[in-house]
């Protein structure tokens, strides 16, 4: 059974910094693309940051580019996402999602609160 489990959220002072940790279990990320999403109240869900394994590619929302930094381990079972200079926009629920290369199934975690406030 496939699994992705978030950590890393909470409470975050404006302008602080926070790493969230998505862990897999079940498969590993090896031909997936990786990807963390997040969700603010009243919001819809909108993508923040990937990586694909194939080349290590990365891509960043404008929101986040030069502020954030998404990366993997190398045993393809964690994907990380660095953020510096959090502000109160940044306040939402936010979501791991493996995507395989091939099949193209989706998997999605529990999502995680963070909480930009002093």
């Known amino acids: 059974q496939v699994s992705l489990v978030e950590s890393g959220g909470g409470l975050v002072q404006p302008g602080g910094s926070m790493r969230l940790t998505c862990t897999a279990s079940?498969?590993?990320?090896?031909?997936?693309?990786v990807a963390w999403y997040r969700q603010a109240p009243g919001k819809e869900r909108d993508l923040v940051a990937s990586?694909?394994?194939?080349?290590?590619?990365?891509y960043y929302a404008d929101s986040v580019k030069g502020r954030s930094t998404i990366s993997m381990d190398g045993a393809y079972t964690t994907v990380y996402l660095q953020m510096s200079r959090l502000q109160p926009d940044d306040t939402a629920v936010y979501y791991c999602?493996?995507?395989?290369?091939?099949?193209?199934?989706?998997?999605w975690g529990q999502g995680i609160q963070v909480t930009v406030n002093s």
């Open positions: 990586i694909t394994t194939e080349g290590m590619s990365t």
């Open positions: 079940g498969i590993t990320f090896r031909l997936y693309n």
């Open positions: 999602k493996a995507r395989n290369l091939w099949t193209h199934i989706d998997y």
